[in-house]
């Protein structure tokens, strides 16, 4: 077994499974972000609603994106089935703190991907893994905030909806840097 081989005995490399995987995991937190933009909009809270239905938008471009990559380097990809969406909440916190739980674990899979990359020196594909680590960083960063500030509220949404319609505003797109869409961008 060489190092550098970039095919696999089931025809795959390791990138490129995990990156078909990585397809299911940006639709499915493009869907469960829905869900918590759906639970605030339903409480009268619409600048919550606005963050999450915004945040659902980029994540069905980040599945776009790396649909455009397996399209351009011949990688066989099918569209999922997403997994179990979370649509019960009794809290403002729960559902924040599950965002910052969904962007942990996605960061820890594009280390996983990151690592496969460089197992398999597929230099490509670490080029194109460069902008999701650096957005990960800024998702992270973006939900801890959000969980501090709700933490800090005592209960009082519309202070929270105050630093968010403040603080929180929908990012400009035009990203230049930006990997490719399959089909139209919505946000970058
Ligand atoms: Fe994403
Ligand atoms: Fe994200």
Not at 91 to 97: D, F, G, I
């Amino acid at each position: 077994m060489t190092s550098t081989s970039k095919t696999s005995e089931h025809g795959l490399s390791k990138f490129h499974r995990l990156l078909v995987d990585q397809l299911r995991h940006e639709y499915t937190a493009s869907q469960q972000y829905i869900a918590l933009a759906a639970w605030f909009d339903d409480r009268d809270l619409p600048q919550l609603a606005r963050v999450f239905y915004r945040q659902s938008l980029e994540e069905r471009d980040h599945a776009m994106m790396i649909l455009r990559f397996l399209l351009d380097n011949d990688v066989p990809a099918t569209i999922p089935q997403v997994d179990e969406i979370q649509n019960n909440f009794d809290a403002a916190r729960e559902l924040v703190a599950l965002a910052l739980r969904q962007e942990q674990e996605v960061t820890e899979q594009f280390h996983s991907l990151m690592r496969a990359a460089r197992e398999e020196n597929d230099y490509t594909g670490e080029q194109f893994l460069q902008w999701f680590l650096q957005e990960q960083t800024e998702e992270v960063a973006k939900m801890s905030t959000l969980l501090s500030v709700i933490d800090r509220s005592s209960g009082n949404l519309f202070d929270v909806e105050t630093f968010v319609a403040r603080d929180m505003p929908d990012e400009a797109g035009g990203d230049p840097s930006a990997p490719e869409t399959a089909g139209p961008a919505l946000t970058v």
